[in-house]
C-alpha cells in the first residue's frame, strides 16, 4: 500500500517540474516531494503571490530542497515556451515532469493563441512543455540509475469527450456544443491526456509515460463550479468512490505515478486511485489511430514553437 508520507523519497540528484504547483493538487504534490530531498522543484501557475507562499510553507516546515516558482501562462505558448527556456537554461537534467495544471467545465473562449480554451490549457501547452523537454528528458533516461516519468492528470470526464474524440476541425473555435459543451469540451482536453500519453510510451519508451485520475477532489476545480455542477460532482463522487476525497489525501494517485515502484508501472496506461490500472475505457482512449493523429496535429501546430 503506497504511503505517500513516506513513500516518496529516492530524489536525490533529481529535478522536478510540477505544473500547476500554486493550489490544489499540485500544491500538495510540490509540498510533499520537497520534504524528500529532490536537486531542485520547479512548480509553475500564474499567480506569483500563491507561488511564494507555497514556497515559505516548504521552508517553514523545515525543507531545505531548493524550489522555484516559474510564471506561466498556459493559455499562452508564449508564455509556455519562455517557462521551458528557462529552465532548460539552468538545469542539465529533467527527471520528472508532472502537467498537472487544469482548468474545468470553462464557458466557450479562446487562448492568447486561438486554440478552444480547455484544450489550449489543458492539453496543448502541456504538450509543448513536453516536446520542450523530450530531448533533455531522453538524455537524462541514459544516465545509469535514472528513472525518468512524465505523468499526465487526466479525468474520467474523458467519456464525455463529443463524437470523434477529438474534434480537430474545429478545434480553433470555441466548440460552442449546445448542451453540457464545457464538460464536452472538459472530455476532449483530458481524452488527449490520455491517448498523448500512450503515443509518448510508444515513441519514448526509455521514458515512463501515464495518465492518472486523482479521483474526485474537493479542490477550487471543484467549488469554483455552479451549484448544478457542484451537485453534479458530489453525487457523483458519493456514487464512484463512496465520498469526496480531500485535496491533501488525493495527491496520492499521482505520486504513486510519478515515484512509486517503476517496475510496478504499465508503459502508456490509465491510472486510477491509488496505482490501479484503469478499466474505463472509452472506443477512443483505445484507438492508436486516434492517438497517432493527435501526435501528428500536435506536432505539427507546435513546429514555430519549438524551431
Ligand atoms: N479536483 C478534481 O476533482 C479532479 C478530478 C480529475 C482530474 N483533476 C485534474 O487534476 C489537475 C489538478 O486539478 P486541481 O483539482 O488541483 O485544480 P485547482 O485546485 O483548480 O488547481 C489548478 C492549478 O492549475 C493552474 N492553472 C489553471 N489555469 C492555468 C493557466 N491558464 N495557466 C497556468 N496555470 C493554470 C492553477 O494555477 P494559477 O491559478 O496560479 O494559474 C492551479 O495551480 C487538473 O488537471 C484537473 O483536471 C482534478
Known amino acids: 500500500m503506497f504511503d505517500q508520507d513516506k513513500d516518496t523519497g ?51 516546515a523545515g525543507c531545505t530542497t531548493p524550489l522555484t516558482f516559474v510564471e506561466c501562462d498556459l493559455t499562452k505558448l508564449a508564455s509556455v515556451k519562455a517557462a521551458a527556456d528557462k529552465i532548460l537554461s539552468e538545469q542539465h537534467r529533467l527527471d520528472l515532469l508532472m502537467a498537472n495544471a487544469g482548468v474545468m467545465n470553462q464557458p466557450p473562449g479562446l487562448t492568447a493563441d486561438g486554440y478552444e480554451v480547455q ?10 512543455l513536453i516536446q520542450k523537454f523530450l530531448p533533455l528528458m531522453d538524455k537524462t533516461a541514459e544516465l545509469p540509475g535514472s528513472d525518468v ?60 509515460s501515464v495518465s492518472v485520475t486523482p479521483g474526485i477532489v ?44 517503476r517496475n510496478e508501472i504499465k508503459q502508456g496506461a490509465f491510472y486510477e486511485p491509488v496505482g490501479i490500472l484503469s478499466k474505463i475505457t472509452t472506443k477512443y482512449t483505445q484507438d492508436e489511430d486516434l492517438a497517432w493523429r493527435l501526435w501528428d496535429w500536435t506536432q505539427s501546430e507546435l513546429k514555430q514553437w519549438l524551431d
Open 149 to 208: 516519468r512524465i505523468v499526465q492528470l487526466t479525468s474520467t470526464g474523458f467519456r464525455g469527450a463529443p463524437s470523434g474524440g477529438i474534434r480537430f476541425d474545429d478545434l480553433k473555435t470555441v466548440q460552442n456544443f449546445r448542451v453540457l459543451g464545457g464538460m464536452m469540451r472538459y472530455g476532449q482536453s483530458k481524452l488527449a491526456a490520455v491517448l498523448y500519453a500512450q503515443e509518448l510510451a510508444r515513441r519514448h519508451p526509455n521514458i515512463i
Open 218 to 261: 474537493s479542490t477550487e476545480l471543484v467549488s469554483k463550479q455552479n451549484a448544478f455542477h457542484r451537485s453534479t460532482i458530489w453525487l457523483s463522487a458519493k456514487i464512484t468512490q463512496g465520498r469526496i476525497y480531500s485535496p491533501k489525501e488525493a495527491p496520492a494517485s499521482q505520486l504513486w505515478c510519478a515515484v512509486g515502484p
Open 10 to 60: 529516492g530524489l536525490q540528484g533529481k529535478v522536478i517540474l510540477i505544473t500547476g504547483g500554486t493550489s490544489g493538487l499540485g500544491a500538495q504534490c510540490v509540498l510533499r516531494l520537497a520534504l524528500n530531498n529532490a536537486s531542485h522543484i520547479y512548480f509553475t501557475g500564474r499567480n506569483t503571490k500563491k507561488g511564494s507562499a507555497i514556497i515559505k510553507e516548504t521552508h517553514d
Open 119 to 128: 484544450f489550449g490549457t489543458n492539453f496543448l501547452s502541456h504538450a509543448l
